[in-house]
């Protein structure tokens, strides 16, 4: 069974500091790496993909990957209190597998 | 606007019953999936349909099927509803060459009662 795994939190953060977020993955051969972010009672929205081992910057957001340790991260920069959501890691392969997801809170 | 939609956006019904809920999308994607989200949040595929060929189907009890009219369609019909299918719905679709990841529509929580 694929697998994908991610720290449910929750974490915390305040306002202005930097939110690592973490994941890690089972299989090897993998290639596509996404970062959904969910409000409650909303819908996964894409933020980030990342393909390549190292960084990919958008705005605030840096996702990291290193595959020889099947490691994907991704990094809020100023966090802000609508940074607040639940954010799931997924891995393409066939399909999109995601982990469960880590809740955030970034208090003013 | 473009997007991926469904409908209904809540559905309550007895055990028993059958229920389908429809989705749509037009941005022109040739992949469309079926996801189910827990109360503990995970998301799980049920289904993807890519140019209205199953090519995926992940453990899921036959009283789940799948129906595509087109590959713009992606309905999700459910027979003898049990508690257990409570959960929310998320249709999504993708370009599947491109691996720019999935559109998600705005999902439907199925309460059995």
């Known amino acids: 069974q694929k697998e994908v795994e991610q720290n449910s939190g929750p974490l915390s953060a305040p306002e202005g500091a930097i939110a690592s977020l973490n994941c890690t993955y089972s299989?090897?051969?993998?290639?596509?790496f996404f970062w959904y972010r969910q409000y409650s009672g909303k819908s996964p929205e894409l933020i980030m993909f990342?393909?390549?081992?190292g960084d990919k910057e958008d705005g605030r957001f840096t996702a990291q990957l290193n595959k020889a340790s099947q490691y994907v991260s991704l990094l809020i920069r100023d966090s802000q209190p609508s940074d607040s959501a639940t954010y799931l890691c997924a891995v393409e392969d066939n399909d999109m597998r995601f982990g469960a997801g880590t809740r955030l809170t970034v208090k003013p | 606007d473009t997007a991926v939609s469904q409908t209904p956006k809540y559905l309550v019904t007895q055990m028993g019953n059958d229920k389908s809920i429809k989705c749509e999308q037009n941005l022109g994607h040739d992949t469309m999936y079926w996801y189910k989200q827990d109360s503990k949040k995970f998301l799980k595929i049920m289904f993807s349909y890519n140019n209205k060929e199953l090519i995926i189907n992940e453990t899921v009890p036959n009283r789940f099927s799948p129906k595509s009219p087109d590959k713009a369609h992606l309905n999700l019909h459910i027979n003898s509803l049990e508690l257990g299918d409570s959960a929310v719905y998320f249709c999504?679709?993708?370009?599947?060459?491109?691996?720019?990841?999935?559109?998600f529509g705005s999902g439907t929580r199925l309460t059995v009662v």
């Open positions: 999504a679709s993708s370009q599947f060459s491109d691996h720019y990841g999935y559109t």
């Open positions: 990342i393909y390549s081992n």
């Open positions: 299989d090897r051969g993998s290639q596509s």
